[in-house]
Structure formats: structure tokens, C-alpha cells
């Protein structure tokens, strides 16, 4: 999933916008390096459509 969040300056100034990208896979167990390889395309194409931020699931490249 992807969206756009704004975020107000704490200090009084404008809002800073910026794309979040949330990545959710399976990622194969007992082969990191493919885990690896589809995590990478992955973000590369969360950050082909602008994210600025790109969030992926926890110990997704160290499954055994």
C-alpha cells in the first residue's frame, strides 16, 4: 500500500509531504538470497512511483 502523509513542522512552518510506501511479501523460506533479489525490486518499484519512505516487513531477508 501507498500513500501521501503530510506532516506539520513542529516548529510552525509548512507541512512536509512526502509518499510512504508499506511493502508486504512472502518471502521464500531457506533461500535469502531470492528474499533478498524480490525485496530489492520491490522497492525499487515503490520508489519509481515517488516514495520517499519505504517500510518492509520485519526479518524479511532472514527467514530459514
Avoid: N
Avoid at 48 to 54: K, N, S, T
Amino acid at each position: 500500500a501507498d500513500g501521501d502523509l503530510a506532516v506539520p513542522d513542529i516548529h510552525g512552518g509548512p507541512a512536509v509531504s512526502s509518499r510512504l510506501a508499506a511493502i508486504q511479501y512472502r518471502p521464500p523460506k531457506g533461500d535469502p538470497q531470492t528474499a533478498r533479489e524480490a525485496l530489492v525490486g520491490l522497492v525499487d518499484q515503490a520508489g519509481a512511483r515517488g516514495a520517499g519512505l519505504i517500510v518492509g516487513p520485519e526479518m524479511a531477508t532472514t527467514l530459514k
